[in-house]
Every structure is written in C-alpha cells, then in structure tokens.
T-cell receptor
Framework: QKEVEQNSGPLSVPEGAIASLNCTYSDRGSQSFFWYRQYSGKSPELIMS????GDKEDGRFTAQLNKASQYVSLLIRDSQPSDSATYLCAVNPLENNNDMRFGAGTRLTVKP | ETGVTQTPRHLVMGMTNKKSLKCEQH?????MYWYKQSAKKPLELMFV???????ENNSVPSRFSPECPNSSHLFLHLHTLQPEDSALYLCASSQDLGSGNTIYFGEGSWLTVV
C-alpha cells in the first residue's frame, strides 16, 4: 500500500477555474502536511503547510485537512497558466519524523 | 534564487566512473538530505544528516556514499553506478529534524548513467 497517494493526472482546467488536487495518506498518526509545486525540470518549492484539521488559506491557495478521513487537498482559485506544474503532497509520519513521505504528484495543466 | 545550491546540474557518467555531487546550503540549517526522484515515482529519501552526523540511511546501495563535512555542505560520492540509477538527485535542508520543519530543495543534479 502506497503511503501517500495522489491521482497522477493530468488534471486540466480552464483559466480562471478552481483546480482541486487531492491526496490520501496511510499513516493515521501523521502530524504535518505539505504541498509542493514542481515545474518541469525544476526542484520542488513549498506552497503550503497545514497541521490542523480544517482549511488554511494563502492567497489563491487553500489547503484542506481531514485527519479522520486521512485526506488533504489543495484548491487553487482563479487558476492561471503559470500554475501549470506537478503538485506534490508530502506527509510527515509520526513514527519517523525525519522521513517526509511524498506522493508521486499530480500534473496540472491550466489552459488559457 | 534558492538557498540550496547543487553542482553539477547535469552529469553523464559511465558505469565504471567515480564522480561526486555537491550541495551547499546558505540558510543556516542544521539538517541536510539527499533525495532521488525518478520519472513518475515519489521522491525517495536516501540520507539524512543532522549537525553533520548521519541519522538515516534508507537502505541505499553502497555505490552511493554520502559525506557531510559540516552543516552547510553535503556530498554524494558515486561509483560503479547502474543505468537504473539515472535520476534527478535533490539535496535539501531544514532548520532541524522533526515534524513541522519545512524542507527546502536545491535545483537538483540530473544524472545519466550510460
């Protein structure tokens, strides 16, 4: 069983729409959750971190965490072509806090 | 500009070669990492160093040998690699180890083994 699962996509949305990216994780005791954006040929860069159940908003981005369902999502409002990238979900499991577990990523394409 | 710099950015090496990847972080962090990223696979943690002491070796083959002379520098020495080792190797750092510490990545070193 994969520890962090994401739909590989590609997910395609029109410019201005809301893009919804989803992630599930297997370790129920996980404490911290991150979304990274990775442009093609570039390294991952942190977009959002979330630690508590509920929503966390930062500009056009909203992270949502539901620990009971072991589910974390990222919403991108007013999507722009520049948002086209692969989005990586990362989870820090409780038993080994040195080992951030990453999903394989969801490729998002925002069409003008 | 990233606070974590890696060299070389691209490397092609034969299976009998010996080469090294270098990483330097300018963020004053205490922990440094090596990750491997292969196509369509999750990032794989290889090694973790905290205050220049190795704390994790994720069952990495001995043909990969890390070295951390101080908290700011990290090397990955490569020898007798296999074609399946071709991947993007990412160096990263965080302030400390443990839950809640954000990991910052370098630009990566693209390795091709021929």
């Amino acid at each position: 069983q994969k520890e962090v699962e994401q739909n590989s996509g590609p997910l395609s949305v029109p410019e201005g729409a809301i893009a919804s990216l989803n992630c599930t994780y297997s370790d129920r005791g996980s404490q911290s959750f991150f979304w990274y954006r990775q442009y093609s040929g570039k390294s991952p860069e942190l977009i959002m971190s979330i630690y508590s159940n509920g929503d966390k908003e930062d500009g056009r981005f909203t992270a949502q965490l539901n620990k009971a369902s072991q589910y974390v999502s990222l919403l991108i409002r007013d999507s722009q072509p520049s948002d086209s990238a692969t989005y990586l979900c990362a989870v820090n499991p409780l038993e080994n806090n040195n080992d951030m577990r990453f999903g394989a990523g969801t490729r998002l394409t925002v069409k003008p | 500009e990233t606070g974590v710099t890696q060299t070389p950015r691209h490397l092609v090496m034969g299976m009998t070669n010996k080469k090294s990847l270098k990483c330097e972080q300018h963020l004053g962090h205490n922990a440094m990492y090596w990750y491997k990223q292969s196509a369509k696979k999750p990032l794989e943690l290889m090694f973790v160093y905290n205050f220049k002491e190795q704390t994790e070796n994720n069952s990495v083959p001995s043909r990969f040998s890390p070295e951390c002379p101080n908290s700011s520098h990290l090397f990955l020495h490569l020898h007798t690699l296999q074609p399946e080792d071709s991947a993007l190797y990412l160096c990263a750092s965080s302030q400390d180890l443990g839950s809640g510490n954000t990991i910052y990545f370098g630009e990566g070193s693209w390795l091709t083994v021929v």
